[in-house]
T-cell receptor, first 112, second 113 residues
Framework: DSGVTQTPKHLITATGQRVTLRCSPRSGDLSVYWYQQSLDQGLQFLIQYYNGEERAKGNILERFSAQQFPDLHSELNLSSLELGDSALYFC???????????FGSGTRLTVV | TQLLEQSPQFLSIQEGENLTVYCNSSSVFSSLQWYRQEPGEGPVLLVTVVTGGEVKKLKRLTFQFGDARKDSSLHITAAQPGDTGLYLCAGARSGAGSYQLTFGKGTKLSVIP
């Protein structure tokens, strides 16, 4: 157990639907990062939150949004889902000033 | 544009052999990390290198950061089946309170008993 908890582990949904992925960071970590991993693109950075505020944005589609709550857990919302959104979605956390990330075990999203 | 190029993409070797995987970029990074990922799991941090020319050893794994902080290598001595996995390098850029990592696509290593 890495200390970063992601739920659900697997998600199957239809095109056009909306889903929410949840992440609880390791205790004491203030930053949460979301990554998408697909076979052809590898790990792609989506967005970073630090202590409830958005800090950096990567290749995140407008259909996707995220937030970090006062208890530091984060949610990634994916809407109007397309087949191409099928991927592994990882959440990672770290402490300020510590570059090393601790990853969760991911959510495998399948859009059918 | 893939900022970090890893080579080789795939590597299959016999137990006991040595190997080196490479991570190259045209960009300078403030630090570089190596992770190992097993199927169905998230990447696990192996090492962080910060200083150009730095060499770090972790048991049979040796990591080197290039002098110009643009490239890195991972050398495994006497590979074992437990070394099998996807090895990812990641470059860190810092600024405005963000420590964003850019990942390479990885080297998939298979060590055959």
């Amino acid at each position: 157990d890495s200390g970063v908890t992601q739920t659900p582990k697997h998600l199957i949904t239809a095109t056009g639907q909306r889903v929410t992925l949840r992440c609880s960071p390791r205790s004491g970590d203030l930053s949460v990062y979301w990554y998408q991993q697909s076979l052809d693109q590898g790990l792609q950075f989506l967005i970073q939150y630090y202590n409830g505020e958005e800090r950096a944005k990567g290749n995140i589609l407008e259909r996707f949004s995220a937030q970090q709550f006062p208890d530091l857990h984060s949610e990634l919302n994916l809407s109007s889902l397309e087949l191409g959104d099928s991927a592994l979605y990882f959440c990672a956390s770290n402490r300020q000033g510590n570059y090393g990330y601790t990853f969760g075990s991911g959510t495998r999203l399948t859009v059918v | 544009t893939q900022l970090l190029e890893q080579s080789p993409q795939f590597l299959s070797i016999q137990e006991g052999e040595n190997l080196t995987v490479y991570c190259n970029s045209s960009s300078v990074f403030s630090s570089l990390q190596w992770y190992r990922q097993e199927p169905g799991e998230g990447p696990v941090l192996l090492v962080t290198v910060v200083t150009g020319g730095e060499v770090k050893k972790l048991k049979r794994l040796t990591f080197q950061f290039g002098d110009a902080r643009k490239d890195s290598s991972l050398h495994i001595t006497a590979a074992q089946p437990g070394d099998t996995g996807l090895y990812l390098c990641a470059g860190a850029r810092s600024g405005a309170g963000s420590y964003q990592l850019t990942f390479g696509k990885g080297t998939k290593l298979s060590v055959i008993p």
